[in-house]
T-cell receptor, first 112, second 111 residues
């Protein structure tokens, strides 16, 4: 299995631009998680889906952030408009039922 | 609010030393505690602990959970430079499925 796939691996954009991060979970996994990691705040859960349905989005910082999971093999995290404080590494993880989560390689986002 | 606190935040030792990393937690309806190792990229899974007093072991790494005192330790014996990483502890509440992570312990093994 290829593991969790994320794209792009690096994204540099200017403040105010829209950013879309993509994730393909491991086949057969029915839960998908979006995390953000910064030096200051560590690893934070933003939102997670179970069977393509958003279960808990309480970690989403504000309305500029949105996430979708149109099918079992694809999810997006969108930031519109982006701000410099959104600069972080964004991880996608997937799991099967209640077992351990497997993380993707992450997308390093820099907003200038 | 669910909380995970790891200590120390940073640790530097020499190759061959034994290290103990600590993780304490507060969570409603605890289900499991997980340890991850993060090198330059994504966290990779090490252990999942659900029961007190049962040691999980994988090579030179071992971990144990104390549900009464609400903490876990991760031991690494005969450390090697390849053990240098950030070690993350996370807890899961029953029914919630989401993980709450600690800040991590940055472990550096010097040759």
């Amino acid at each position: 299995d290829a593991g969790v796939i994320q794209s792009p691996r690096h994204e540099v954009t200017e403040m105010g631009q829209e950013v879309t991060l993509r994730c393909k979970p491991i086949s057969g996994h029915n839960s998908l998680f979006w995390y953000r990691q910064t030096m200051m705040r560590g690893l934070e859960l933003l939102i997670y889906f179970n069977n393509n349905v958003p279960i808990d989005d309480s970690g989403m910082p504000e309305d500029r952030f949105s996430a979708k999971m149109p099918n079992a093999s694809f999810s997006t995290l969108k930031i519109q408009p982006s701000e410099p404080r959104d600069s972080a590494v964004y991880f996608c993880a997937s799991s099967r039922d209640f077992y351990e989560q497997y993380f993707g390689p992450g997308t390093r986002l820099t907003v200038t | 609010e669910d909380k995970v606190v790891q200590s120390p935040l940073s640790l530097v030792v020499h190759e061959g030393d034994t290290v103990t990393l600590n993780c304490s937690y507060e969570v409603t309806n605890f289900r499991s505690l997980l340890w991850y190792k993060q090198e330059k990229k994504a966290p990779t899974f090490l252990f999942m602990l659900t029961s007190s007093g049962i040691e999980k072991k994988s090579g030179r790494l071992s971990s144990i959970l104390d549900k009464k005192e609400l903490f876990s330790i991760l031991n690494i014996t005969a450390t090697q430079t390849g053990d240098s990483a950030v070690y993350l502890c996370a807890v899961e509440a029953r029914g919630a499925q989401k993980l709450v992570f600690g800040q991590g312990t940055r472990l550096t093994i010097n040759p």
